[in-house]
């Protein structure tokens, strides 16, 4: 039988039913822990979460209901399955089993393809919610990135027309001309990254359709810099990249042009007016590290424990008061994981923050 990755815990007092139960199961290639209290389980779920816990009923101590309760309290326990083994079939323990998180009882004595098929089934349907809940989050993150990178261009062009609409500029003047050059500008740049978006919403940005390959990295950070050009020139802000043409990595477009995008946006967010961002690349045996340093007012080690330790949503004003929506650090770490990368962080406050992406230099299918 071939080996499983799905790990099921078996809690039962009764030692002979605990090696009868697990002995089937093992027999299908499960990875199996066994624990013969409440108590004992639980110093388990410490260590390693199971996909499923086959829970008997009547027990000294802490019987399974309350085992049930407390599990489904935890944040991290409360979405692994519980199917009861019990030899109690009355209807006021069913609906407690049910009230208490449980999702299927067996009753004892158990036929060997029931359980098996029940183990299978609740596997699988506990799988899907899952993935169910990951699309839904995954759509919850797009939302925000949409809203996060139109949202300075469209102001851009908003500024404009109003710039235009106030009469005081002569359309035979150069400084009409060159609003209208980069009002067109802008509108073309924010059309490509809406069309780049909406193709992004139609994937649902899952990991197993991005479409990762050999790229310029160069290329997609100039399309980043583009877009946070004009808040950056708001506050006289540098932005200087040193981003060499012939440098390659191996990552999916889209979400790395996000991820370039925020880590910028955030530079210039909370950079003093006069200041600088330099952006650099060099490679090492396996990653392309593309470096982002600004001169900004840097990380305490406070917001930086609740940002990339505690995953707060924090969020705080930029140095222009500038506003943030705090998901921006989550989608960062989210996307170059997706993308089989790393992400270091140094920061001193007062002194800047320097923000270094590893991407994967090429497949590993590659010579």
Known sequence: MPRSDKYLLIIDDNLKNLQVTATMLRDEGYLISLAQSGKDALTLLDQLIPDLILLDIMMPEMDGFEFCRIIKKNEKLKEIPVIFLTARTQTEDLAEGFNAGGVDYITKPFNREELLIRVRNHIELAASRKKIMEVNLSRDKL???????????????????????????NPADDDFREIMATLEKTAVETNTLLNNLLEFTRVQISASLLNPKQLPVNTVMQEAIMLLKSNADRKNITITSEVHDDITGYFDEITIGAVFRNIISNAVKFTHEDGSINISAETDTDYVLVKFRDSGVGISEDVFRRIFINNENYTSLGTGREKGSGLGHHLIKDFINRNNGKLEIKSVPGSGTEVIVYLPLMTTEQP
């Open 143 to 169: 939302y925000s990135v949409i809203a996060h990178d139109i949202k300075s261009p469209f102001s851009n062009i908003i500024m404009m027309i109003n710039a235009i609409a106030s009469g005081h500029l």
